[in-house]
């Protein structure tokens, strides 16, 4: 028996480890993809924005780019917290005065004007324009701004406050600002997304930052993450990525029906999702789902380089039923939550900028 037990237990491995072999993660909710995919599935776990299959025998080799091989890591799960982020009162004091400035109005007329261009998506003349919109306003706050073309006529946008102690580490916050084209749509793919961004922004100039902090608009998302993978290759290319010390990505934060935020990275950042979870917990009314298997937003690129990258975004399983539709308008959202999800990531902010030295 002492022999025949090793064995089961390696042969069990095997069979399992095997059994991982053809189970893929869907990595597309686009409505045509995921019908065209539908055929040639079956569903062996949904949850939030982690769906595993198999792929059935007949599978084209076309639906293999709606997937990703898993590592048998990915899950996705309601964090079990034992207690709220452990900080001194003098920073939680300091922390609540930003977050209390959080205007939800604020939120809700930059949704309504960036919903207010026809279309917004990648290259049109209506999404240069929202582009210089944005970048003046950023501008207005005393951002050091600039644009970041990654083709003609297609433009990101950075905008920079240098820290007064620690300027070389860098904490960004990112939206894009693109949408699939619908008129007068998009709002809360993605204007929800830009319109906090812009409120943190807004927030935060008058903050006293020891660490840089930036902020990255980006285009052509809807396209295939293009503004983004631009950025982090170029980052790359200057070895301006190790100085990246924390990536939030907001895509999606504006239509709610339960409270609950999906807070997505990689397995091997699993550390900084549950820190996120304790940081929600303390700060705002928000419940969280941690989600470990990245895809579809712009902060896929920058995992994919080993930068500690989160996305905020509205809880995958009751999202907009409005989702790359032209009823994807102004007042089908819910600012409330939108301000809420502003909240959690100023406090992840400013958290992570005090911090003399944590990494996940």
Not at 116 to 132: D, I, M, P, W
Not at 246 to 259: A, K, Q, R, T
Request: hydrophobic fraction near 40%.
């Amino acid at each position: 028996m002492k022999m025949i037990f090793p064995l089961l237990v390696g042969l069990i491995l095997i069979l399992s480890f095997k059994s991982r072999d053809d189970l893929y993660q869907v990595i597309t909710a686009h409505p045509h993809d995921v019908n065209d995919l539908k055929p040639f599935i079956d569903t062996v776990h949904q949850s939030g924005r982690l769906w595993v299959v198999r792929l059935r025998k007949n599978a084209p080799h076309r639906v293999y780019q709606f997937l990703k091989i898993v590592s048998g890591d990915e899950k996705s799960f309601i964090p079990q917290l034992d207690a709220k982020t452990h900080i001194d009162s003098r920073q939680d004091h300091a922390v609540r005065i930003f977050i209390d400035s959080v205007d939800k109005d604020n939120i809700r007329k930059d949704v309504e004007n960036l919903s207010g261009y026809k279309t917004r998506v990648s290259g049109s003349k209506e999404n240069q324009l929202a582009v210089l919109s944005v970048l003046s306003r950023l501008k207005s706050f005393g951002y050091d701004v600039r644009e970041l073309c990654h083709a003609q006529n297609l433009c990101n946008i950075i905008a920079e406050k240098k820290g007064n102690l620690h300027p070389e580490e860098v904490i960004m916050i990112m939206a894009h600002i693109d949408s699939v084209g619908g008129a007068f749509a998009g709002a809360d793919d993605n204007a929800s997304g830009t319109a906090v961004l812009i409120e943190m922004a807004k927030v935060l100039k008058d903050y006293s930052n020891k660490k840089t902090i930036r902020f990255y608009v980006s285009n052509s998302e809807e396209q295939g993450l293009i503004g983004s993978s631009y950025y982090a290759r170029l980052l790359a290319a200057e070895n301006g990525l190790k100085n990246l010390s924390l990536v939030i990505n907001m895509d999606m934060v504006g239509y709610n029906s339960d409270g609950l935020v999906e807070l997505e990275t990689d397995p091997g950042f699993k550390n900084l999702a549950t820190w996120y979870a304790g940081v929600a917990a303390q700060f705002t009314q928000l419940k969280t789902k941690i989600t470990l298997g990245a895809w579809g937003s712009d902060h896929v690129p920058f995992l994919k380089r080993g930068v500690p990258s989160i996305l905020t975004i509205e809880n995958w399983e009751t999202k907009t039923p409005c989702y790359h539709a032209s009823c994807d308008t102004p007042s089908t959202l819910n600012y409330d939550y939108a301000a809420e999800i502003g909240r959690l990531n100023l406090a992840a902010v400013i958290l992570k900028d005090q911090a003399k030295a944590f990494s996940f």
